[in-house]
């Protein structure tokens, strides 16, 4: 399946080593992100989400501030700021929150993007540029899942729980958009030092 717990745990660990080394506000955003796991950096970009109001796709240094707080981020309010200046290029006084974000994920390469992007287009039958459940039915079985098996789950149940692993854990829909799912495949990238590793799970996981 998508990122292992162990890696997971894994790059916790060096993410909390690497953060009480690291001065640069940027850097120290991205590594407490990082040790919430594999799902750390689309869980921000979520509550930014929710932030945002007037669905302007931009926040002010007041809502930005909010929600590094909501999401649990530590940072001193001249930290913020510095990070805040750095992304607010035009000095209009707010952010673009999808620049923000692409600019907080982990580097990944070309060939680990374009191995990401096959699994999208995989899962996303219909094309529509979002997994949905019913996108999953034929292309994920659920049947081997243990508690399909022992009659604890129905087949949507286990669909559910897995769209939930991609999904924020404050804003589960059910759905899945390119961007959520890039998000957590970044974070999963970061704790895997081989790009022909990284290669191979993604392949064995969706059998591209």
């Given amino acids: 399946m998508a990122g292992t ?3 997971d745990r894994e790059m916790a660990v060096k993410a909390k080593r690497q953060l009480s080394e690291s001065t640069d506000p940027l850097e ?3 590594l407490q992100c990082l ?3 594999s799902a750390g950096i689309k869980g921000l970009g979520r509550t930014f989400k929710i932030m945002d109001d007037d669905s302007s796709r931009s926040l002010d240094f007041r809502e930005f501030v909010k929600g590094l707080n909501d999401y649990g981020v530590l940072m001193e309010k001249e930290e913020a700021a ?3 200046n750095q992304f607010d290029r035009d000095g209009s006084g707010t952010i673009d929150f999808d620049e923000f974000l692409v600019t907080v ?3 990944m390469s070309k060939a680990r993007k374009e191995v990401v992007m096959q699994a999208f287009r995989k899962l996303d039958k219909s094309g529509d540029g979002v997994i949905t459940i019913e996108d999953l039915q034929g292309v994920y ?8 098996k022992n009659g604890e789950w ?3 149940q286990v669909f559910r729980t897995f769209l939930d692993s991609f999904d924020s854990p404050y804003d589960k829909d059910g759905k899945v958009t390119k961007e959520e799912f890039f998000n957590y495949y970044c974070g999963v990238s970061a704790s895997i030092d081989s790009d022909a590793y990284f290669n191979l799970m993604m392949r064995n996981a969706w059998k591209l």
């Fill in 5 to 7: 717990s162990r890696h």
């Fill in 35 to 37: 040790t919430r796991g």
């Fill in 105 to 107: 994920r982990p580097n």
């Fill in 141 to 148: 079985n659920a049947t081997y899942h243990p508690k399909f």
């Fill in 154 to 156: 129905t087949e949507e």
């Fill in 82 to 84: 510095t990070l805040f």
């Fill in 28 to 30: 120290r955003l991205r």
